[in-house]
């Protein structure tokens, strides 16, 4: 009985001591949390006059290209040290000679042919006063226009023209021998040399000009109504050569007028004077030829207007904004125009101070938040 009872005995005892310990734990107190508090980026509504600018892209081109051709045949015999890929010329310039030996023998030639007519011409002049002496003494019978000698006379004129008109051809063929610059420019492309035989045709070289260069900019239909054409806006053009950003200003002188059936742009063509700095250093650095550029086309002036970041506008044109007690309220908003960067809100903000600029996942209206202080630097 006693193996049997002591096992009883223990357990009671255990059981006994763990209830009494169980008895003696406190109840555990309830409390309820606080809800929490999103920390955001805000930004104060600032309204402020805008000008409506225009972000486009384009490549700079010449305002005027040529390609060189000879008028004439031979070999060249002589190059100007600047007849380069990338030589400067000046207007007038001689840039290449062809061999003018052949052509001032011809020069020659016809300079005889001259006196030969004119000699012609003075001696059917006086057969013709000769004939009309002996004619006028026999009144009687009535003088042909071939005894007066006129047909002979007109054609001695007429031959000393066509002497006349060969040898300014001469003379012309003689000037084309000296391939003189059209303009102040640039050679783009040498495609002769000396020693090298030339026919009328050939190309000698690409050129074009320095005075100004133009961007084509494309201009979608949305964007023009924010530009006023007309008056020749002012455009601001940038490109980043090597570790800095070049700039360079001119203004629209022409559209193209009429839009592109493919992009459905119309084409503005800005104007850059002297690119390459050759009247003035206009320019911290020249604005070379296929120079990929973005340009910046001043637009209308508006008043009035709120700038956000585009990435604060949400669905059905609403932003989230914070109140009084520093909770989430969205408001619907009035978008004048939006960029890539940026849109323009023109009404829709009264009476508000912040703007939420974190993007939150599924915020509710009233969401209590705090917000970093730009002002004071606090919370």
Same mark, same amino acid.
């Given at each position: 009985m006693k193996k049997l009872l002591l096992p009883v005995v223990i357990l009671s005892v255990c059981l006994s001591v763990a209830i009494w310990m169980a008895l003696q734990t406190p109840d555990p107190s309830v409390r309820n949390p606080d809800p929490p508090v999103l920390l955001v980026d805000v930004v104060a509504v600032e309204r402020r006059n805008v000008n409506l600018s225009v972000q486009v892209n384009g490549t700079v081109s010449p305002r005027t290209q040529t390609t060189l051709v000879s008028e004439v045949s031979g070999q060249i015999i002589e190059v100007?040290?600047?007849?380069?890929?990338?030589?400067?010329? =000046?207007?007038?310039?001689?840039?290449?000679?062809?061999?003018?030996?052949?052509?001032?023998?011809?020069?020659? &030639?016809?300079?005889?042919?001259?006196?030969?007519? &004119?000699?012609?011409?003075?001696?059917?002049?006086?057969?013709?006063?000769?004939?009309?002496?002996? =004619?006028?003494?026999?009144?009687?019978?009535?003088?042909?226009?071939?005894?007066?000698?006129?047909?002979?006379?007109? =054609?001695?004129?007429?031959?000393?023209?066509?002497?006349?008109?060969?040898? =300014?051809?001469?003379?012309?063929?003689?000037? &084309?021998?000296?391939?003189?610059?059209?303009?102040?420019?640039?050679?783009?492309?040498?495609?002769?040399?000396?020693?090298?035989?030339?026919?009328g045709g050939t190309m000698l070289a690409e050129v074009f000009a320095v005075d100004a260069v133009e961007v084509r900019l494309p201009l979608p239909d949305r964007e023009l109504p924010y530009i006023d054409l007309e008056s020749s806006p002012r455009v601001e053009l940038s490109a980043e050569l090597g570790d800095e950003v070049q700039t360079w200003y001119g203004e629209i002188v022409r559209t193209e007028g009429v839009f592109d059936a493919k992009s459905r742009v119309l084409y503005a063509v800005a104007r850059i004077e002297d690119p390459y700095n050759r009247r003035s250093q206009s320019w911290p650095y020249p604005l070379r030829v296929g120079t990929f550029v973005e340009a910046s086309i001043a637009g209308r002036d508006v008043d009035n207007i709120v700038v956000l970041p585009r990435n604060v506008l949400r669905a059905d044109n609403r932003v989230w904004t914070v109140g009084g007690n520093n909770e989430l309220l969205p408001r619907q908003v009035s978008v004048l125009r939006a960029d890539e960067d940026r849109i323009y809100i023109d009404s829709g903000l009264e009476g508000v101070a912040l703007v939420c600029l974190t993007t939150l996942e599924n915020p509710l209206p009233g969401t209590v938040v705090r917000f970093s202080n730009q002002d004071d630097g606090g919370d």
């Open positions: 100007a040290e600047n007849f380069e890929s990338g030589g400067f010329f =000046e207007q007038g310039d001689v840039l290449l000679r062809i061999d003018d030996r052949n052509y001032k023998a011809e020069l020659k &030639r016809a300079e005889s042919a001259i006196a030969a007519a &004119r000699t012609k011409v003075t001696q059917e002049q006086g057969q013709a006063d000769y004939a009309r002496r002996t =004619e006028a003494m026999r009144p009687d019978q009535a003088a042909t226009d071939l005894a007066l000698r006129k047909p002979q006379l007109a =054609e001695a004129k007429a031959n000393l023209e066509f002497a006349i008109a060969d040898l =300014e051809k001469r003379q012309g063929d003689l000037d &084309r021998t000296v391939i003189r610059a059209p303009y102040n420019g640039m050679i783009k492309a040498k495609l002769s040399d000396v020693g090298q035989f030339v026919s």
